[in-house]
């Protein structure tokens, strides 16, 4: 009689055909998209997309591939795969590690270049992976936490690391941000410079050949476009943003720079994010400031690398975050044309996450905010963008914030 029962059951279960409002929305945009004829673009550092003509886009993606890319030579990418199967077979794990992946490359926009509307900018991803890549990047990350307990270096993980950094600096009178960025960090980075890197790295690590050898086999890196393997114009060796151990590479070479650099600005004073680079000079002025923008430019050129650097600034924005020496205040920052976009309220993820949103964004605010002042001048941009994707919730400032400075040379509670 249970079963029967249990079989009834089943069998009177009616499935709804019913959809959201935005969940029909949702069906017909992606209809129109596929049917555009169009690529679908992301932007490079903001939540846009863009619709671009079949054609233009692949001869952007063309330009950019062939711009430091050449066609690899037949049996190169076999030869790669053999040397790998043999890596992991040392580390017995023959079995889970795949060979090279084929995945095609495509490029972002970068929409907040200037001109980008007559003269797009492009940044080239590659996501095909050497699945030793996972073991590299084990490797790195347990050197960088030896090195940054080891040293007094500033590599920052996060906003949060920042704002530490900012908030216990001095309140010295005439100080100014240096504020300067690596160009193309990520393929910027030779074989000798990543040598040096693992080199000083040694100095608070104890690494064996065979891991040595995993990190640097990694970087033997291919870019694929219709099914053909390309590489570097000059050379085999390239570190390529998608890899699973390209941003820990990046670190490990921005701690070997900021080493070389506190000769001219004491560690506690300068710090890195990836390819970004911040620095608060005390006591400065005109002349000083130069003298050490000629000099981090020179130390950075001498290992192969290009920045663009800014001195003798008060205000600067950084990460997702404004800092004022002036007033010692912080406060979020978006970058122009790069409007908030979170999940909507009406999709089909799960409860959980929909409910927790509006709380998580209402907690982020707040702890890029000094003080509830500055929380309300931000807020509106974050409510209005909660509220297109249906929520109906109002932000209020959390007070969890350490001690905001005010005016140079006084504290204030918030």
Not at 18 to 30: A, H, N, R, Y
Not at 137 to 163: A, C, F, R, Y
Not at 269 to 281: F, P, T, V
């Amino acid at each position: 009689a249970f079963e029967d029962d249990m079989y009834e059951l089943m069998r009177s279960i009616e499935f709804s055909n019913s959809k959201s409002p935005f969940q029909q929305k949702l069906k017909e945009d992606i209809s129109q998209l596929k049917n555009s004829g169009k690529v679908i673009v992301p932007a490079d550092k903001t939540n846009n997309m863009y619709l671009v003509p079949t054609e233009h886009y692949q001869k952007l993606l063309t330009d950019n591939i062939t711009k430091t890319y050449k066609k690899s030579n037949p049996g190169r990418k076999e030869e790669i795969d053999k040397q790998s199967a043999n890596l992991a077979r040392s580390l017995e794990l023959e079995d889970r590690i795949q060979q090279f992946t084929q995945e095609q490359c495509f490029i972002t926009l970068k929409d907040h270049k200037d001109n980008f509307r007559n003269a797009p900018q492009c940044r080239l991803i590659n996501p095909a992976k050497n699945e030793l890549g996972k073991i590299s990047k084990q490797i790195t990350e347990g050197m960088i936490s030896n090195m940054l307990k080891n040293t007094d270096l500033n590599l920052w993980k996060s906003t949060k690391e920042v704002l530490k950094w900012f908030l216990g600096m001095g309140k010295e009178k005439n100080t100014k941000f240096v504020k300067f960025d690596i160009v193309e960090f990520y393929p910027s980075i030779t074989e000798d410079l990543l040598n040096k890197a693992i080199k000083f790295a040694l100095q608070s690590n104890v690494l064996s050949p065979r891991e040595i050898e995993i990190i640097k086999h990694t970087k033997n890196a291919f870019l694929f476009h219709k099914g053909e393997a390309w590489e570097k114009k000059d050379r085999t060796f390239d570190v390529t943003m998608g890899s699973y151990d390209g941003a820990e590479t990046c670190e490990l070479v921005g701690l070997y720079m900021l080493d070389k650099l506190k000769q001219y600005v004491p560690a506690h004073q300068i710090g890195l994010y990836r390819d970004d680079g911040l620095a608060i000079i005390p006591q400065s002025n005109g002349p000083k400031l130069d003298k050490i923008r000629k000099q981090i430019t020179a130390t950075f050129k001498k290992e192969g690398l290009k920045i663009t650097i800014e001195t003798n600034i008060a205000e600067v924005d950084f990460l997702d975050v404004t800092l004022n020496l002036n007033s010692g205040k912080y406060f979020p920052f978006r970058k122009p044309n790069d409007t908030p976009l979170y999940v909507n309220k009406q999709s089909n993820h799960p409860p959980t996450i929909i409910k927790q949103l509006p709380g998580m964004i209402n907690r982020r605010i707040s702890d890029i905010s000094c003080n509830k002042e500055e929380f309300d001048k931000a807020k509106g941009t974050y409510e209005t963008a909660l509220k297109n994707s249906g929520y109906d919730h109002q932000l209020e400032y959390i007070d969890t914030n350490p001690t905001c400075h005010g005016p140079r040379g006084r504290d204030q509670e918030i």
